[in-house]
Each structure stands twice: as structure tokens, then as C-alpha cells.
């Protein structure tokens, strides 16, 4: 089911110039804005500790998404691009590393998933929105089978849900007391 989804999607490339060049800056490119997007909302808190607290949580959930788990899960599963599989040359240069789960996915979904939880529940859809297509745009490019984009996808839930159980004791709130709650009560004696 995967394989047939992957070929209708990636079947819909190079039949049209305009798609592929949105697929290609989808796939590619729209990284690069949802970053900028997200350090534009971190920077622009008035509270130092508040943006403190988001780059932290933030940071954290990505490291864990990418820097660890994907990178487990690929030590210990390999499964190959579909470039490979099905030998074809994608719309977009890749190298030829595991392609199960997607490191794009991973990173941009808890990148969502924090803007969500942490700055702005509306910035936060457009960002799932931007991650979800992004996703899309690299089946179809011919770099990543569906599968690998929703692997992506757990991988960055699991990530988020982990910082966000890690910073519990942490007020995340426009105070953005750093002081956990538990511990506070002890100083007010």
C-alpha cells in the first residue's frame, strides 16, 4: 500500500513545470521559512525568561527528534529511498541514507508542534499545515515513501510529549517561573 501510494503521488511529477518547481520549493525550501518563522516568534517575547523557556523546549524536542531517535531508528532499520528501490533519479538531489524515518518530517512536525503548544495555537496549525506538505512534497519529489513521512510524524510526537512530560515542573506560562512548583513552596518557608 505504501509503494501504490508513493507512485501516485511521485507519478504526478514531471508532467507539469509549475508542479514540479512547487514540489521541488516545498520539498526543498519551505524549511527554511518555517525557521525563520519560528525564531521571528521566539525573539519577539517580551519576557527574556518566556523566550528563554520556548527556546529551550523547543530546541530540546528537535535534538531528541532528529538528533536521537531518527538516528536510532535508522541504525537499526534500513530501508532504502525510493529513488533506490525503484532506481530512478528524483527531482531533487539526496544523498542515499536511510530514508525510514523522515528527518525532515521529524524535525518540522515538533518544530509545529512546539510553535503550537508553546507561542500560538492559530501559527501553530500553519505550521502542522507547512510540515504536512513539506511531507507531501518530498513523496513526490521521490525522496521519501509515505510511510517514512508519517514515521516522521510519531517520531516528533513521541519527542514532544517527552520535553514537554521533562519541563512539567517548569511554568510555562508569561511569568515563565523557572523555579519548579514543587521546589517553590519550599523557598516561600
Known amino acids: 500500500m505504501d509503494q501504490s501510494i508513493f507512485l501516485f503521488i511521485h507519478g504526478l511529477a514531471e508532467k507539469n513545470r509549475f508542479l514540479d518547481w ?7 525550501y519551505l524549511a527554511y521559512f ?9 525573539f519577539v517575547q517580551k519576557e527574556w525568561r518566556r523566550r528563554y523557556y ?14 536521537l531517535l531518527t538516528e536510532i531508528i535508522r541504525y537499526f ?5 525510493p529513488f533506490i528501490a525503484l532506481d530512478f533519479t528524483p527531482l531533487i538531489n539526496h544523498d542515499t541514507a536511510a ?14 508542534l512546539s510553535v503550537f503548544y508553546l507561542i ?5 496549525w500553519w505550521f502542522l499545515a507547512a510540515a504536512l506538505l513539506m511531507g507531501l512534497a518530498r513523496v513526490f ?20 510529549f517527552v520535553v514537554k512530560r521533562l519541563f512539567r515542573g517548569i511554568d510555562p506560562t508569561h511569568n515563565c517561573d523557572l523555579i519548579p512548583k514543587a521546589v517553590k513552596s519550599d523557598y516561600k518557608a
Open 34 to 42: 518555517l525557521i525563520l518563522g519560528a525564531v521571528y516568534f521566539i
Open 22 to 28: 512547487a514540489g521541488i520549493l516545498l520539498a526543498d
Open 54 to 67: 520556548i527556546f529551550s523546549f523547543t530546541l530540546l524536542t528537535l535534538v531528541l527528534s532528529r538528533g
Open 120 to 124: 500560538n495555537r492559530t501559527w501553530g
Open 141 to 160: 519529489v521521490g525522496v521519501h515513501w509515505p510511510l517514512d513521512i508519517l514515521g516522521g510524524l510519531v517520531v516528533a510526537l513521541i519527542s514532544f
Open 99 to 112: 530514508a525510514f524515518p523522515s528527518g525532515h518530517a521529524a524535525v518540522y512536525f515538533a518544530l509545529a
Open 77 to 81: 532499520y534500513y530501508r532504502p529511498r
